[in-house]
């Protein structure tokens, strides 16, 4: 399994209904709205990196509204929780 964190900028004031289309995607497991530099957090789970590579490219970028991301990709042999 992969997982990966998206952080999300957007126009302002569109948080809210790019927060529901994202929901609409089933590898997301979690979308928050956020403070600071970047507006919305994404946790994405797949089945390998060419499924997140196809999400991000085809999916979460092609949104209207979003004018950048910054894809965070688990080094998942270091553990954590």
């Known amino acids: 399994m992969e997982i990966s964190y998206v952080l ?17 995607i089933p590898q997301v497991k979690e979308v928050r709205g956020t ?7 994404v946790k994405i789970t797949a089945d390998s990196r060419e499924e997140i590579d196809d ?10 509204n ?7 990709i688990a080094i ?3 553990g954590g929780k």
């Open 8 to 24: 999300i900028q957007c126009d302002m004031g569109r948080e809210t209904e790019i927060i529901k289309k994202l929901t609409d």
């Open 35 to 41: 403070y600071g530099v970047f507006d919305i957090f």
């Open 66 to 72: 979003i004018r950048g991301t910054n894809t965070l």
């Open 76 to 78: 998942l042999t270091q």
């Open 55 to 64: 999400i991000m490219t085809n999916k979460i970028r092609k949104l209207p």
